[in-house]
């Protein structure tokens, strides 16, 4: 597993001594000196307050990372696992200067944000190179905050320049692409730039593999470009979906001849679906412009080329159904977010989240209604009538529920009207189930601090 | 006040103690009856892996009590548990001069305790000496009761000696005598005296249903199986069950118990019941209409008051016992109304850890059919048909072609899976045609994706 690399609120105190086998580039240590002194001054070290929910209720966690200004007026270019979930963004400058930022968008499928510096005075700034052009073997320095160490330079090359990295779990970036490196990477440079001896930022820090030595990853400059240019202008990148699973065409040939992209899946409720692709079809053109994926390293363009399809219009594909060629029309939606919007209710001690597409898809769910129960409070209402982490909330008394915000009301209404017993209705895997909500006036509060360990109440099977 | 109260508990707990221990004369004239009875099982053990379906070999050794003349030893339940398999066992009697060791068979797990039973085989007749156990029902809370377990192998395992309290007696599920504190794992089988002397039951720990456990407890305490739980396998040692068609019935629904909250909830005036939450797509409650909400009130004429989690588990057991492919008659409340549904009860469809698996040598893996429970555990629809991958052989074709264990296969270059025949056929098919490639289509987890493989034909 490849983990992020933010750092946690502890700083790690261990300080081990590593002699970094740093190459004597023939003659280059100017130039390294030179890339660094351009890139330097628009260094930031990122300190952002996180809200996360955990244990079925919101808390705040400091984390630390790295970025890098990219304008004069104060843009700062950082990892969404870094800023994201935080409003309030501590920056400390290159000149240690404490400056206070504000999050302008995040996109969690590439793993980048955008924050803005309140500052009224210019500030240096780097500029991006062509992640193209870049070639295994070029020298590379990584610059940020290892460890929450603030200021830190380490020397590299580039190891390869399109590294796939699988995209399941909460690491899904299928969008992405990377650059691996063995100049030394550690958690906390996340966020921070990998330049090139020109002094220009082509890659954005992100991944470590973990029990490795030196193998690191950035997203390449060209996709951070685009994503950044998104977030400035709407705040948020869009992305079109049609709800189709790719996969290299050598998973089922090893004939070069043969081009396109293999439908591996499709999620059930999705445009893709209702437009009758197959899993076994090749995706061979899209609009008429070729598609093509031999290797899985070509997967991330491709899934890019479909994302940049307009929203909500219609996109004729073309595919391969055995020998047979067909077009197939449908209309693209845009693409839901990775991780749902989350919402603290307190009073029954629970945290619940958006169905996502993937959830759904997950619990196979014949719709997107319902809400997802993400953690519960040890001792509260809700873990005392085993509702538990995993749980989906489908109806509560007679209310069918469609979505977080309406739950959110109905919510408010029991609590306000201290109903005494609400009913719901919940599916965990398989098994849908009934639990008692026991609204008892003067209830005790959830004990503070606990850890939720009960993941509810096994069904038993008749 | 509450000094006061502790000393005094202590003290009434330290002469409770002190009255009810056994003496030394009793615990002796029992050793002299109990020893040469007690022996020492020794076993193999072949274990696989539930995730990976990796099988490994262990040797272990465990108590055994022999409990008629000619040879039947009763041993913890361990022996019996889901994804192992015993086998080479080996029981010795006797010390030094006097050993004896025979070869044993192990007998069906009685599914109602958490005992194994062992048959000692041996050419000539046995003669053997055993242990005669008293009912084990007038054990009461606080008595000293002994316990005896087999010595470490420095000491020769030889038969030792402990004693302990009767820490609680619990009346339901159903009776059971909890010791007040852990014992050794070399003393769990063994038989258990009172201060009499007389052998009243054997030390006994419960364990879930995964485990081949009872069905109600995983205590994790040891306790006193009293000897009336098991006296019936020793008159009449368990048999193979005959497979007579009418095998263990099924419903196909999962139930809650009707709390008094429920009941409240509902309005209903009614003490217990068994709502069904959950009914399994296919199963004989499916086919007679029974919803997700209905209430059990009736079963086959058997009311049905279930108002805890456990009386969930007395259900099953009715169900169960009811025979398969016998019409039966559930009432149930819909809407708060009664109304009669007539169920033809199915045969409990086989489990997982019973269902076919075949090895394809050729590809380098292990399938298995799809049970119901698997279905239900993975939350597979009934439209995915085909069979799951439970082991991948080191360095295979399969392995090489990036296939993972769990992983269900659908489709073999477009032909559809949904059965061990279908994968025979269509494998018996390719060895004909011998393509150099391969594909699989399989679902891993939600997701469906396709899998080239190269095979390695055997030169014709």
Redesign the interface.
Known sequence: MIPRIAVGAALCAGVLLVSNGCATIGGSEKAVLRAKDTVFPALVHIRPVKEIYTSGKRQEVLAIGSGFIISPDGYVVTNEHVAGESKFVQCVLSDKEEVEAEVVGVDTFTDVAVLKLEVDHRLPFVEFGNSDDVEAGNTVIAMGSPHGLARSVSLGIVSVTDRYLEDIGPMTSPFNSWIQTDAAINPGNSGGPLIDLHGRVIGVNARVLRGAENVGFAIPSNIVKDVVDDIIKHGRVQRSWIGA?L?EM?????DPARHGV?V??LDPISPAAKAGIR??DVITAVNGKPLHARFEEDLPAVRRAIAALPIGQEATFTLLRGEEEQQVTLVTEERGALRGDEVAFDEWGFTASELTPELV????LPSRMGVFVSGQQVGGIAANANLGGGDIILRVDDTPIQNLAQFKEVYDGLVASKKE?V?LFVKR??????V?I?QTPGAPAPAEGAEAVNEG?P???? | MWSKLGIALALVSAQTAFAAGISGDVLRAAYERIDPAVCLVEFSLEITNAATGQQSKQNRNALGLVVTEDGLVMTHGHMAVENSTPFNIKVTLGKGDDEQRYDAELLPKPDDVNIAFLQIKDDKPLKLPYVRFSSGDSLQLGDSVGMFGLGPDTLDHATMIQERLIGAVLDKPRRTYALDDAVRFAFVGGPVVDSRGRAVGVVGFDLSTAEGGEVYTRSGNPLVYQASLFQKYIDKPPVEKEDDGAGDAWLGVFTQPLTPDFARYWNLDRDGGLIVSTVVPGSPAEAAGLQSGDIIITFDGTPIRAKLDRDVMGFTKLVRDTGAGKPVEVRVLRDGQPITVTVDLGLRPPSEQDAAEYEDTQLGITIRELTTDLRIRLNLSEDVQGVIVRRIESGSVAQVGKMIPGAIIMALNDTPIASIEDYKNAVAKLTEQRPSEITVFARVGPATGFFRLQPRWPAP
């Open positions: 699973d996969q050598l998973a089922r040939t090893d293999i591996a899946g899993p076994g898809r997950e619990a196979q017993l009913l895997g398989a098994l849908t189930r009934y008692m026991k109440e069904a038993h099977v008749e």
